[in-house]
């Protein structure tokens, strides 16, 4: 039987890794980044066939404490406190927001323009609303649109009810809302943005309590204190140049030593990866190469790197994600328990989210696939040495979309933000 408070006594226990002469610390109140909601609507009041409709009382009445009930942030374009060209906050907040509802009473142009923009950029969760009575132009008449009434409080409280409910169910499902997203098979990239700040997410297993599998922010380069560190490599075993933008390349330059000069006068890692390959010029997919750390050891605290063959390079296409991408977090996982290894004492690892990178793979896909072969992994294996499992989610893309995929996995316990 599950010791619920013992979960969360765990919770509730601050993990603190080193961080130069600073701590970072998992707390309940890292669980999660808030969910956001843009709200696309007219301002003020409107004359809208005759009848004058205040959509600030709209706004303040129904939709923004429907919304915060459910501990989204909501936001309307007036309400961006930032400097710049106001369209390209616009932009971004269609883009990056997990939720928009949409009040298309007025039949507003500049409304359907945002509309649009949301479809076409994000394939859900967009919600519409109208004022009871108002007519469904021709283009969206086959969509879901709730009516509101702001006559008594009943009747707000009925529209609450139904917007909650739409919102509930369509974070749950993620299903498709969008009709471009439904007829194009399109995939929209934005200009990612890196999390500066180093920040642990955790989850507890259920069936396993000391385990754990968590989420780190930021750049690598700032991760102290995790016993192994995955290098996502190619079946070929060939690291990245020192100034290639890949893990590859960072564990290699971060593990080679420097002169004074930080010039590399000795390639500790890259060669000793050379060493265990010799004569042999590739390796199976999801093959896993352990060599020692170089100078990661003593400036990160790191004691293994394990390389693993997740990509294949093609003449002429560059390097692709192997078939199997949870065989590679498995394989990892259970090096780990390699009998030649006791003596390191290991207990955490650090993977990249392997293929979404330099292997293009879609970030979603690829980060459930390896997220569920860890947990997995773990349940079926309680004595594996390892503790503590890491994902590197260095964008807050891949942080939003990894925390979802948390929120959906019953194995785990989802600390409450």
């Known amino acids: 039987m599950v010791d619920e408070k013992a979960i969360a006594t765990d919770r509730l226990s601050s993990m603190q890794i080193q961080k130069g002469e600073s701590k970072w610390v998992t707390s309940p109140n890292l669980t999660r980044t808030p969910k956001k909601c843009f709200v696309i609507m007219p301002f003020g009041k409107k004359d809208v066939e005759g009848e004058l409709i205040d959509f600030d009382e709209i706004y303040r009445r129904l939709i923004k404490p429907t ?7 909501c936001v309307r374009c007036d309400e961006i406190a ?13 883009y990056e927001s997990e939720l928009a509802v949409v009040d298309i009473t007025s039949l507003n142009p ?13 394939k859900a969760v967009t919600v519409l609303i109208r004022k009871k009575g108002t007519a469904l132009p021709y283009n969206i008449q086959a969509f879901q649109a709730i009516e509101y009434d702001l006559a008594t409080e009943s009747t707000i409280e009925e529209a609450q009810e139904k917007i909650t409910a739409l919102i509930q169910n369509g974070l749950r499902s993620q299903k498709n809302d969008s009709p471009v997203h439904e007829v194009l098979d399109i995939v929209i990239e934005g200009k990612e943005k890196i999390i500066s700040k180093t920040e642990v997410f955790s989850y507890n297993l259920y069936k396993t309590r000391q385990k754990k599998v968590c989420l780190i922010t930021g750049d690598i380069q700032n991760v102290k204190g995790v016993d192994v560190w995955v290098n996502s490599e190619n079946t070929n075993m060939q690291m990245a140049r020192y100034h290639d933008r890949s893990i590859s390349s960072i564990i290699r330059y971060l593990g080679a030593k420097k002169s004074k000069t930080k010039q590399v006068v000795e390639d500790t890692i890259a060669n000793e990866l050379l060493d265990v390959m010799a004569q042999d010029t590739h390796v199976p997919p999801g ?7 170089g100078e990661l050891e003593r400036t990160h605290q790191v004691k293994k790197i394990f390389h693993v063959a997740s990509v294949i390079g093609q003449m002429g296409k560059g390097y692709t994600p192997v078939c199997d991408l949870g065989i590679c977090v498995r394989n990892a996982l259970s090096e ?25 793979g879609n970030l979603e896909e690829k980060s459930k696939e390896l997220i569920h072969a860890a947990i997995h992994y773990l349940e079926e294996n309680p004595q594996a040495i390892l503790d503590e499992v890491y994902f590197l989610a260095s964008t807050r893309k891949a942080l939003k979309i990894c925390q979802h995929i948390f929120e959906g996995i019953s194995e785990v316990v989802v600390p409450v933000s």
């Open 287 to 293: 093959t896993v190469i352990v060599t020692g750390a």
């Open 67 to 73: 919304v915060e009930a459910l501990n989204i942030t």
């Open 336 to 360: 780990a328990d390699n009998p030649e290894l006791e003596e390191a004492q290991l207990r955490s690892i650090l993977f990249p989210l392997f293929g979404t990178g330099g292997g293009r």
């Open 110 to 122: 500049n409304v359907f323009y945002e509309l649009g923009v949301r479809h076409a950029l994000v």
């Open 82 to 94: 930032e400097s710049g060209w106001i369209h390209s906050k616009m932009f971004e907040h269609i």
